[in-house]
């Protein structure tokens, strides 16, 4: 992570990373997509666990060497996935408003941001892969940059919350198709109605610290046959003693 993201990831409680994915990634996790996820087509908002289950190319984004370094800085060497899924939106499609932000929501407990000598620490984090594009006004993932640190987050209005109103300090970033965004469940945030003619497609990817799980299920490693060691290590149900380091080295 460079000064200058650390610098943004603590100031806003996200960041966007430019063309994380090639577009022979995008491409191949289009295709598989389209192959794996068939169901609810008729619904404007649809989302299907388990997403790293889809084939080779969505497995690697379990420990994407774009991504690694990241986890690292913001969650500690003990990293472990948590759950993953996707979100696909057409036209019209709304889903869940504002939430998050510490000690407000369900994920009370677990949404957390901690800096302390130098080093970012955060409860779940969720590395968010765009496979189609999200231009400003289009929708999809919202927040309140900064909210993460917000001694207020419960005076958040209802009618902002749901995305009745919005206000100067709700933000819709614009990504591109193999952007990748990294936000804490820390930072209010949610998906705003979808707008855009074309379909939205996000895989979230949810990372927490080793020692704790924000899913009430753990990944199964023989749900994934051809996992690495290092993948096998990601996916390890949360503990503390003598875990290992996610990644060697
Ligand atoms: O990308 C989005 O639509 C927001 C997802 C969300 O609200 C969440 O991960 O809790």
Known sequence: MTPEEKFMFDLEGYIVIKNVLTPEEVAALNALADQRFTEKREQADRRMSAVSQWGAEAQALIDHPKIVPYMLELLGPKFRIDHDYCIFMTKGGRAGGLHGGEGHSDGEGDHWYRYRYGVMRNGLTVVTFFL????????????VPGSHKSNFAKNLPDDVRMFERVPHYVTQP???AGDALIFTEALIHGTMP???????????YKFSPGHSSWANTYYNPADYPTATEQQIRIMAAPSVGRRPNSIEG
């Open 174 to 176: 614009a990504v591109e």
């Open 132 to 143: 189609t594009h999200a231009d400003q006004g289009d929708g999809g993932f919202a927040c």
């Open 194 to 204: 979808w707008a855009a003619d074309h379909e939205r497609r996000a895989l979230l």
